[in-house]
């Protein structure tokens, strides 16, 4: 499909030849590179460690996320290579505390995707089945929507089991902490793709018509 509509940003003296900047359109910060004369645009955000990558390096049409290594090719967005997880040869040794803290956070980011991410407004499962759900988890690397383990189906867990995805996410109001499934333990991680919780109209629990009137006692502890 041709993209008719632009919309301006910056100048093109402001954005020199083997240079990139970051701005934001319509929320979504954007990356953009001027390679031999011609621009391109990406999303300005490492999918694994959620840094941006307009503070890294950029080598031809490839750009290094300043965090963790891990190259994308600024024309067509893909990724080129994994995360460094351990310091190049040659580069004097992390101090053992960061190596620790980087190699386990590249673990945990190598399940977090930060872009391109679709959501549905309640569980997936449950809308499909008539099914209904107390609370609400979104798979934090292919953004599926699953009812939590208090709620009757469990659909978030069973997910887990089918997929291998390990990490969740809340996808109620006023909540952002993850869990992880292979540790059990809770964490803070990077801002996803909204939205970030199920519609404000949509009651606790849900959805709208399929609650029955003695839910609590159908409850998992």
């Known amino acids: ?10 100048k093109v003296n402001e954005i020199p030849d083997g240079k990139m900047k970051h701005f934001e359109v319509d929320g979504k910060e954007v990356l953009i590179a001027n390679v031999g004369g011609k621009f391109s645009a990406i ?3 490492c999918g694994h460690m959620n840094a941006l990558l ?20 600024v024309v067509t967005g893909k990724k080129l290579t994994e995360p460094i997880l351990t310091p190049p040869q040659g580069m004097e040794p992390l101090p053992q505390t960061w190596q620790k803290y980087l190699e ?13 991410q679709t959501t549905d407004a309640g569980c997936v499962d ?14 934090a690397e ?8 208090n709620s009757p189906n469990q ?3 069973k997910h887990n089991a089918s997929t291998g995805h390990p990490i969740i996410t809340s996808f109620e109001h006023g909540e952002d902490w993850f869990y992880d499934y292979r540790t059990g333990d809770y964490f803070a991680g990077p801002k996803l793709p909204g939205p ?10 849900g959805p709208a018509g399929r609650v029955p009137v003695e839910w609590q006692s159908l409850l998992h502890e």
């Open 142 to 149: 292919c953004g599926r929507i699953g009812c939590c383990d």
């Open 54 to 73: 307009s503070m890294g390096n950029l080598t031809g049409t490839t750009v290094t996320c300043p965090f963790h290594g891990s190259n994308f090719d």
């Open 196 to 205: 970030h919780a199920h519609p404000l109209d949509q009651p606790v629990p």
């Open 155 to 157: 659909h978030a867990s």
């Open 43 to 45: 999303s300005d955000r």
């Open 126 to 139: 449950c809308l499909a089945t008539g099914g209904w759900w107390l609370h609400l988890r979104r798979c």
């Open 1 to 10: 499909m041709v993209q008719t509509e632009f919309v301006e940003v910056a």
């Open 104 to 116: 386990h956070a590249g673990i945990l980011m190598a399940h977090i995707k930060t872009y391109d």
